[in-house]
């Protein structure tokens, strides 16, 4: 893991981290996370999965995450995409 420092994602300000993987290769996924410094919640996630057996692509996704007041009054984090 190799602490990324803070940022600000969606008006949230956020302390970011990275995951590589320790042998590229081999079919592993390498991710960033980007976390709230005030909630803890995860904000955005992006993670590539490579060396893919056959003819598949490498699969590369972002998501960022918004906060929603469910009908019990807590909050959830979503992913509206």
Excluded at 7 to 31: G, H, M, P, Q, Y
Excluded at 43 to 64: E, H, Y
């Amino acid at each position: 893991m190799i602490n990324e420092g803070r940022e600000t994602v969606e008006d949230d300000r956020v302390t970011s981290s990275t995951f590589k993987t320790i042998d590229s290769t081999r079919n592993l996924a390498s991710a960033r996370v980007w976390v709230d410094e005030r909630t803890s919640a995860r904000v955005r996630l992006a993670m590539v999965q490579s060396n893919l057996a056959g003819r598949s692509s490498p699969n590369d996704q972002k998501d960022t995450y918004a906060p929603v007041t469910g009908p019990d009054g807590f909050t959830y984090w979503f992913s509206p995409g």
